[in-house]
Nanobody
Framework: QVQLVESGGGLVQAGGSLKLSCAAS????????MGWFRQAPGKEREFVAAINWSGISTYYADSVKGRFTISRDNAKNTVYLQMNSLKPEDTAVYYC??????????????????????WGQGTQVTVSS
């Protein structure tokens, strides 16, 4: 079992930055791929970014590429999402997710939410214009 707790959300002006954290419990964190997803009001949950177990491979949605950076610290059981140049359309609840690395044979598969086993409760990010 893995429990995930997100933090770092808040209200920021357009063009600003936020850094989200996702702390994971359990001894097997380093064996999981980690992803960030978001859901805006009235919209479906969408993929944002993902990182493989070692941190070497990352994958981003086109909408955040060049603005967001995902990273992880396996010693701290934590994954991060640095968000820069935020836009009002980035407003959403952000969720982190964990899935066994074996479920992700390619980086592209890390965008599929059904491959993830564990989800956090989410943290709200609001970007004002």
């Amino acid at each position: 079992q893995v429990q995930l707790v997100e933090s770092g959300g808040g209200l920021v002006q357009a063009g600003g930055s936020l850094k989200l954290s996702c702390a994971a419990s359990g001894r097997t964190f380093a064996s999981y791929a980690m992803g960030w997803f978001r859901q805006a009001p009235g919209k479906e949950r969408e993929f944002v970014a993902a990182i493989n177990w070692s941190g070497i491979s990352t994958y981003y949605a086109d909408s955040v590429k060049g603005r967001f950076t995902i990273s992880r610290d396996n010693a701290k059981n934590t994954v991060y999402l640095q968000m820069n140049s935020l836009k009002p359309e980035d407003t959403a609840v952000y969720y982190c997710a964990a899935g066994p690395q074996a479920r992700f044979p390619t980086v592209q598969t890390m965008s599929g939410p059904t491959r993830y086993s564990y989800w956090g409760q989410g943290t709200q990010v609001t970007v004002s214009s």
